[in-house]
């Protein structure tokens, strides 16, 4: 029998971003259609090839990432119109699929950050230790004065066997990825799991009724007692698919709380998990994402001000998340005040996504950038590193006014957004080097695009009056370093910033995702090579900073800083001299031929970052012009930046130590050693993509 036409367009609409996806990426198409109904409490029917699940009365199709599916209203095509939307625009709580690569390389970070921490002993687990120890004598003698009493948070505990984790986590993944049946439909929790789903949950959203007589016992039951808690929020969860994704990928995890503002949202995230059959793991809560969050730091304060009361001057760690995500539509900005207050102070995990890339990375709105970041944007090719460091500067800013101080972990931009994993711990003597490590920069926007830095503060090392080891000294810091007028071409310079100075990776955490990364499976992660080419990348970014000659010490690290941050593009550079744009290879060997290093940035494809000064790189393109592509001078206006540039003008200044530099164009010594094959830098995945609209019950 034929099917009628509008039909077949559903259909085929339904499969354009799996066959675009495909061609772009190459790994198995995301949007699957499963053969068997996953749960029993989900009838499946087939309408015009076209695969759906019927639950409470409504139809949905089913979309499949990673080892998560999730349920999306499914809407019959009207045959007197001529158009259907997609999957995707039928929605009514928010999924993207453009940023699947976002949740894949997350699941990989967290994963090696959680056997990374759940591998050694944490400081209050060695707090509690020693004074066990101290108290021996009291508890295990003929007469013990007091009893001893268990630690205050499941998650200060001693080593972990990770692999016995991965083990379990591994079991339970491959049960809750077979398909569900009729007398499957529920699944028993244990009554910790309800415990913590009543502690954690703000407001919840009746739960659909059981049958007593299907109930199972829980795996979960039977796990080793000395399994410590590991715990997610999913602040603004929407589908509940990133969740549904922590929950089962990652083997460690014990408790993943999925929270939205909406209650057709948190229904979506019920029916999801219920559909993936891992209720037991998921605690869908209903609420604003700040209220939760500050909620722990008020429970928190309100233990340790009766513990205070009767005596016990230890406090308690409460219930904070060993890691927040944080993934809005459009700014993080106004939760991350309390997401600092939520993610545990000991090394907690902060992640986050900025859609705003029209406010941090380009200068049309400083003063919205300002009243989200603390910082101006920059106008330049560079803006989108910039982004970066201000959306860092917010964080660490709103950390330090608790004492609490950042270490990024990975900081990437990515398309149209930025993706960012830093760590929180508590450090008030850290705390004190966040001014010395803060910057403003002076842009020539209007000319050369050329650039210079001036830190806040100077966090300087001073030798002790032995002179065998140092301390450092918090001053301020000297300025300006730039004048109203660019050194090189003499346009006006223009400020942006604040912005955060140190290092927006740490190379160990990128090593240890790269390590892993041939161990996720293919069809799992579907964006395996673009994260393997992305995190290459950033790890070759950086430069090493000039050598230091004082001792070293232990605050070393804490006053790290970028020594030569941002990049340029040759074709900026030839716009600025009106001539032919330089071959990388060519413009890499005359750097390396005078001693300089240069490495790309992961934000643009043909960047380049040098820590050439830029009275050196200036002198490299007047000897291109001069030596192999040639300006014609009747074209180039008196006093224009190209006319300063090329020091056309009698009066113009020099630097003879500059010229006198030999430069030459060694296409050999600038070829890119590097890793090859690697997909760096990705093409657009398919027309019209980006963020997307807003769903339906927002």
């Known amino acids: 029998m034929l099917c009628p036409p509008s039909y077949i367009l559903l259909h085929s609409l339904l499969r354009h971003v799996s066959r675009t996806y495909s061609r772009i990426y190459p790994y198995r198409a995301m949007h699957s259609m499963a053969t068997n109904p996953p749960n029993g409490s989900t009838t499946s029917t087939l309408t015009s090839n076209v695969q759906t699940f019927v639950r409470d009365g409504q139809e949905f199709t089913e979309v499949k990432e990673g080892l998560a599916r999730i349920l999306v209203p499914y809407t019959k095509p ?36 959680g056997e990374g921490s759940l591998s050694r002993p944490r400081p209050a687990n060695a707090k509690y230790v020693a004074k066990r120890k101290r108290d021996r004598s009291d508890v295990d003698g003929p007469n013990p004065k007091r009893q001893p009493e268990p630690p205050s948070n499941a998650t200060e505990s001693s080593t972990v066997d990770v692999a016995n984790l991965a083990q ?117 809560n209903l609420g604003d994402a700040r ?17 205070t009361k009767y005596g016990k001057n230890t406090k308690h760690k409460g219930k904070r998340y060993n890691v927040i995500d944080l993934d809005p539509y459009g700014t993080a900005a106004p939760f991350l005040d309390a997401a600092v207050n939520a993610v545990r102070d000991d090394g907690g995990l902060l992640c986050m996504t900025c859609t705003d890339s029209g406010v941090w990375a380009s200068n049309g709105y400083p003063e919205k950038a ?30 330090a006014r608790y004492g609490l101080a950042i270490e990024p972990l990975l900081s990437l931009s990515i398309d149209y957004y930025v993706r960012i994993f830093v760590k929180i711990r508590k450090s008030p003597s850290e705390v004190k080097f966040l001014a010395g490590k803060t910057m403003i920069a002076y842009n020539c926007d209007h000319g050369c695009g050329a650039w210079e830095t001036q830190l806040l503060a100077r966090n300087k090392k001073t030798m002790n009056k032995s002179g065998k080891s140092s301390f450092y000294k918090h001053g ?16 006006k310079m223009h400020l942006c910033g604040p912005m955060y100075a140190g290092p927006l990776h740490s190379p160990d955490f990128i090593k240890k995702i790269l390590d892993d990364l041939p161990n996720a499976p293919d069809e799992i992660y579907g964006t395996k090579p673009r994260i393997e080419g992305m995190l290459y990348t950033a790890l070759e970014e950086s430069l090493p900073p000039p050598e230091d000659i004082s001792p070293a010490n232990k605050d070393d690290e804490f006053a790290a800083l970028e020594p030569y941050p941002f990049y340029f593009h040759p074709t900026n550079l030839a716009g600025a001299l009106h001539c032919v744009c330089p071959d990388e290879d060519s413009f890499r060997g005359a750097l390396r031929h005078l001693g300089y290093e240069v490495t790309r940035s992961h934000c643009k494809a043909g960047s380049m970052r040098t820590n050439a000064s830029w009275s050196v790189v200036w002198h490299i393109m007047r000897e291109w012009v001069r030596q192999k592509r040639p300006v014609k001078i009747a074209n ?56 997307q609209s807003r769903a339906k019950g927002h």
């Open 291 to 307: 209220a939760h969050m500050y909620s722990m730091l008020a429970d928190e304060v309100t233990r340790d001000h009766e513990r």
């Open 78 to 113: 009207d045959p007197s119109k001529k158009t259907t939307k997609s999957v995707e625009e039928q929605q009514q709580v928010f999924y993207n699929p453009i940023q699947q690569f976002n949740r894949d390389l997350t699941v990989l970070a967290i994963k090696a950050y």
């Open 476 to 491: 301020a810091s000297l300025g300006p370093t730039a004048g109203t007028n660019c050194q090189h071409c003499d346009s």
């Open 370 to 399: 300002y009243a989200l970041y603390g910082g101006v944007p920059v106008k330049g090719f560079y803006s989108h590193e910039v982004g970066l460091r201000l959306i860092l500067h917010a964080v660490a800013t709103s950390a």
């Open 168 to 284: 379990a986590g591994n079991a339970s993944v491959e049960k809750n990825d077979t398909p569900m049946l009729d007398d499957e439909k529920s699944i028993a929790k244990p009554d910790d799991d309800k415990v913590a789903s009543e502690a954690i949950s703000d407001q919840s959203l009746p739960e659909t009724t059981k049958d007593p007589e299907s109930k199972r016992e829980d795996p979960a039951q039977h796990q080793p007692s000395h399994i410590p808690s590991f715990t997610i929020l999913d602040a603004l969860s929407a589908t509940g698919l990133r969740a549904l994704r922590y929950a089962q990928e990652l083997p460690f995890v014990t408790s993943v709380t999925a929270n939205d503002l909406t209650p057709s949202a948190v229904e979506a995230i019920r029916r999801n998990a219920q559909h993936n059959g891992i209720e037991s793991k998921i605690v869908a």
């Open 636 to 691: 180039i206006r008196d006093n224009s930046p190209a006319y300063k540039l090329l020091r056309l003008g009698d009066s113009e200044k020099k630097d003879d130590e500059v010229d006198k530099l030999e430069v030459v164009f060694d296409q050999r010594l600038g070829r890119d050693k590097s890793k090859q094959g690697l997909v760096r830098y990705q093409a657009n995945p398919r027309e019209n993509w980006g963020p």
